[in-house]
């Protein structure tokens, strides 16, 4: 059976895009890149994958309930990857901009806020708190899914393209201008977290599954809380009000556990309009012009 621009979701599109855009960008780096086949075998298969999810549409497959599941919340379990892959493809263009936020950080403060704000509070409590908030962000990306899957189902694949493609929009700005980060740029006593009783220990696990030397600026930490709280307010008004707290204090922790400069979580506030606004001018388009609330 022929398959129809119609047949695809908007995010199937997204992720298409996403995956040529940067195999276009693998192309141009190619002399500096190592082991680009195995980036193409990846996009393959999930471009394969797509299609197969896009002609089981059109089957009895698209009444099962694990079919749906995994037919719409596929892009969200591919931000990892995406996100691991930025480490990968920057610094073909530049390279690490860390030295310049470092002296920015130096210029507009007086000192590394990074390294002084877990100084003047080392105590492990405070530590928990923050970590806590941090590990809660992760939680967020598939929970709100779930949450719209669970409560508010019409505006599920709405939800998830937002996501999905506000995610994505950060990761190639990262893969353009490549930023440590304080964890991965300072050493020693100044790139490590004060440890608190459970939380660091989660966050550690966490980062080392899935964080990379690349994604400090503009704090997509930053960018993407709010735009959790922004599709929670409008969608899921009860998730909103569960994750606000944690969300207002993450904000703090990335500069906290030295995930980001402040410059950084600066950036994460500016960046959100642009972000937002890309993302819903994408999905009226893809959508064919339906209008798109907020």
């Known amino acids: 059976m022929k398959i129809t621009k119609q047949q695809f979701l908007p995010v199937d599109i997204v992720t298409l895009g996403y995956m040529a855009v940067t ?10 890149l190592t082991h680009v086949g195995s980036h193409i075998v990846a996009r ?24 749906y599941l995994i037919r719409n919340f596929y892009p ?8 691991k892959e930025t480490g990968y493809l920057n610094n073909i ?46 939680l967020q990306t598939i929970g709100i ?11 599920m694949k709405e939800i998830i393209f937002f996501i999905f493609t506000s995610f994505v929009i950060y990761y190639l700005f990262f893969a353009l201008f ?22 660091s220990k989660l966050v550690k696990i966490a980062q080392g599954i899935g964080e990379t030397h690349t994604g400090a600026f503009p704090s997509s930490h930053v960018g993407m809380s709010i735009i959790f709280l922004i599709l929670t307010f409008k969608y899921l008004r009860k998730t909103f009000w ?5 969300v207002v204090l993450l904000w703090f922790a990335t500069v906290y556990i030295k995930a980001h400069y402040l ?3 600066i950036g994460g506030f500016i960046s959100v309009p642009l972000v937002y606004d890309l993302t819903r001018w994408l999905y009226k388009k893809l959508t064919g012009g339906n209008k798109v609330s907020g």
Do not use: C
């Open 76 to 83: 969200l379990l591919l931000l990892t990857y995406f996100y």
């Open 23 to 32: 195999l276009l960008y693998m192309v141009v780096g190619w002399n500096r």
């Open 263 to 265: 410059v950084d979580v």
């Open 93 to 138: 263009f530049f390279d690490y901009l860390d030295p310049w936020f470092v002296s920015a950080e130096q210029h507009l403060w007086g000192m590394q806020p990074s390294i002084e704000f877990s100084k003047h509070f080392p105590q492990k409590w405070f530590s928990e708190i923050m970590n806590f908030s941090y590990f809660f962000y992760y």
């Open 178 to 199: 490549p930023v440590k980060g304080p964890q991965f740029y300072f050493y020693g006593a100044d790139a490590k977290a004060v440890d608190s009783y459970f939380f």
């Open 145 to 155: 899914g779930l949450a719209a899957y669970f409560w508010n189902r019409s505006k």
């Open 44 to 67: 393959v298969a999930v471009a394969v994958f797509i299609f197969a999810m896009v002609q089981a549409d059109t089957t009895k497959w698209h009444r099962n309930t694990i079919y």
């Open 242 to 246: 569960i994750i606000l707290i944690p």
